[in-house]
């Protein structure tokens, strides 16, 4: 009897490391066509970009899933090309399609896909903080037809952009912080980040056309800022260039949100991989589809924070970057 417990123990042990081990079991796809809708306050990147669009990055993570256009997926774009009031339209049009599920790009997106539907299921690509913007009430527990993947991991994150902006230019006291109207995020938090380093933050109204980030900028000039952070908000990201050439235009040093500022020639920025948002919320819908609740699953966070730097834009500024900054670049854009 003692054998037969044995062997039936290890016959139990090894339906268990296989169960963890295997890979997920996937539904049928050749059964039906599903349809994801895609919901984005921004413009759809230019054809020339689009290699290295996040959107891009969501698609592959699909297709790694099973899911292929074509073939048994239907993907739903719309874009608000900037136009807030535009949201809650396009957010109609898409539940209008009745998709299995709809990615939300930004809190902005998810909120006027939430006023639209209470049943299809919502994920989140890319808000900054799902509960302070009222998205779920608690990452763990979205207690809704609402998941998906945030881009911060706690508001500390925009207090480590301060601290890398002091020890690339320690004689910054005034930084002005460009805000919009998108972001509903209370800035007390930064303001406390900023005091904690002897830092000063002028905060902007909320800018939004093009004159406003001119007007913005020189009016924080007159008030002495002597550096600038640019969180990603959606405005921000949008106007992502001309911000980057009026920082450059009133010579000042910049750290920015995601490397894309970087890349159009900002200074330097610390931030998630936004194509690794968009990959996860991938998988997220991959589990939806495949029947798990939205409910049931948890709103992640990123875990990997990328430092990228620009040494050009700094040389024009009459800039060097510390070794210490170098030693931590992620990339170094040259």
Known sequence: MTT???RA??????????????????????AR???????????????????????TAFRHALSELGYVEGRNLVLEERWAEGRLKRLSLLAEELVATEPDAIVAAGAGATRAVMRAT?????????????????LVPSLAHPDANVTGVSVLAGREIEGKRLELLQETVPSVTRVAVILDSTSRLDPAPLQEAGLALGMELLLSG??????E??????????????AVYAPETPINALQRRLI????AKHRLPAIYGSREFV?????????????????????????????TPPNKLAVEQPIHFELVINTRTARSLGLTFPPTILIRADQVVR
């Open 206 to 211: 909320e800018t939004e056309s093009p004159d």
């Open 4 to 6: 037969a417990l044995c």
């Open 33 to 55: 066509t599903y349809r994801i809708a895609f919901l984005a306050f921004g413009a759809r990147p230019p054809s020339h970009s689009q290699a290295a669009s996040p959107l």
């Open 244 to 247: 980057v050439d009026l920082a």
């Open 9 to 30: 123990g290890r016959v139990l042990l090894t339906m268990l490391l296989l169960a963890a081990t295997s890979p997920p079991v996937l539904p049928d796809q050749s």
């Open 213 to 226: 980030f001119e007007d913005t900028f020189s009016e924080m000039v007159r008030e002495g800022a002597q």
């Open 118 to 134: 209470g049943t299809v299921p919502i994920v989140i690509a890319g808000a900054a903080d799902p509960v302070a913007e009222g």
């Open 263 to 291: 890349e159009a020639g900002g200074l330097m920025a610390y931030g998630p991989d936004f194509s690794e948002i968009f990959r996860r919320a991938a998988v997220y819908v991959g589990k939806i589809l495949g029947g």
